[in-house]
């Protein structure tokens, strides 16, 4: 496998993409959020495998009309990252995604397509003067996503990340299914003040999910929920 983006971050990362062609040939469009102004959006770069599957599948399934039904999951490494930063200005915000939003603890919400995702906003602005740039994914922001789970009842949830990206296609692909068969979704979600929000968890084989916890970090540091 040729390596397109070399990175550090004490998680392994990945992207759901699609592949379209233009007049240029062969364009991997990888899943974008964010709050819509054109300045804070940008790719979502998923935690975990087992996250960037479901989404993959929930948006193929319940697709808009100005969407597509192709999508599936990369792991950065086969994605060329600096590309795409400079195709964009040359400044990026990398939405770190680490879980769904909950309509309840039974069922995931999705109501314009794709799942509703928990994040936090990462800034890059890599140098223009060379091409040998290898991704720093700052440390905060991780031990922020580990602060985010572990108040939902999930202090070790690294190490299940760790052995799923141990897994066979085929274990994974056994694993994904299982995930997707132990969760409803949620198509006209309720306003409330609170959010709730979760994950899989491969070694309860169930849905873990928790009520969002009061924000004390500044606000460049704390997650935020796209709707």
Known sequence: MKTKTQYI???SLWL????????????????WVGVGDGKHDGPAIFTSRILAGIYAHMRNKYYASDDSNNW??????KFDLLQHVRACNGKLFCMMTFGFSFEDA???IVKTGA??????PLPFEPPADTDEITFLFNQWAFDFIRNELRSIGLPKYEEELEAIDELSDDEFEATLKLAISRVNVCREPTERDKSLWGVYSPSHEAW????????TSPDEHSARMMH
Do not use: T, W
């Open 9 to 11: 971050a004490p998680m």
């Open 16 to 31: 759901v993409v699609r592949k379209r062609y233009n007049e240029r040939g062969l364009f991997i469009e990888p899943a």
């Open 72 to 77: 599936g999951i990369i792991s950065l490494q």
């Open 106 to 108: 039974h069922s995931i």
């Open 115 to 120: 799942p509703r995702i928990r994040y936090v």
């Open 208 to 215: 873990i999910s928790g009520d969002e916890i009061p924000c």
